[in-house]
């Protein structure tokens, strides 16, 4: 059975702080990928990850940053939280060839006072 | 622009009756189809797939329809059940790398 664990359920962080948001994976899988979900705009990828220390933008990577120091972490950075990242931050991962599903973690719900 | 509609934000059913949600697509060169079912506060779990190369594919209640032609892919639930009461994404995958295009999701609500 594929697990992905995220570090937090709920995290609450002031604007400006920087907040590290963690992510395992014990499949031994290669792709890892980090989303935001709101309401009414679906998931939207922020960033991926074929292989450790490969990384590629996705849709909206503004704002973040990631590491993959190890094949099983995928660890999303806010470097300045701001109120507009108060999202469902979910993280999945995927073997590497195409045509596989993704399997995502619980999700880190993140508040931004 | 959107590669990935789900033109129903919602939709409600009766219990036992059926469900079905739709999703449309753009771009023709998608050749692997997802849906995926998420409870509030948790991560979306897969569902169901089908290839390019099927029209149809079915899971216990589930089944997936692809008209490549009219690049329209549905989900058909019967009967529907209280527990299916959630938001159901549909997911392209384009054969690159791993990535998928989610919709924005449909929520379902089965009513007793």
């Known amino acids: 059975d594929v697990k992905v664990t995220q570090s937090s359920r709920y995290l609450v962080k002031r604007t400006g702080e920087k907040v590290f948001l963690e992510c395992v994976q014990d499949m031994d899988h290669e792709n890892m990928f980090w989303y935001r979900q709101d309401p009414g705009l679906g998931l939207r990828l922020i960033y991926f990850?074929?292989?450790?220390?490969?990384?590629e933008k996705g849709d909206i990577p503004e704002g973040y940053s990631v590491s993959r120091e190890k094949k099983e972490r995928f660890s999303l950075i806010l470097e300045s939280a701001s109120t507009n990242q108060t999202s469902m931050y979910l993280c999945a991962s995927s073997l590497g060839q195409s045509y596989n599903e993704q399997f995502f973690g619980p999700g880190t719900r993140l508040t931004v006072l | 622009d959107q590669q990935v509609k789900q033109n129903s934000p919602s939709l409600s059913v009766q219990e036992g009756r059926i469900s079905i949600l739709n999703c449309d697509y753009t771009n023709s060169m998608f050749d692997y189809f997802l849906w995926y079912k998420k409870y509030p506060a948790e991560g979306p779990t897969f569902l169901i797939s089908?290839?390019?190369?099927?029209d149809k594919n079915e899971d216990g209640r589930f089944t997936v329809f692809l008209n490549k032609s009219a690049k329209h892919l549905s989900l058909h639930i019967v009967p529907s059940q209280p527990g299916d009461s959630a938001v159901y994404f549909c997911?392209?995958?384009?054969?690159?790398?791993?990535?998928?295009?989610f919709g924005k999701g449909t929520k379902l609500s089965v009513k007793p």
């Open positions: 990850s074929y292989d450790v220390k490969m990384k």
């Open positions: 997911a392209l995958d384009g054969g690159s790398q791993g990535n998928l295009i």
């Open positions: 089908i290839s390019s190369i099927k």
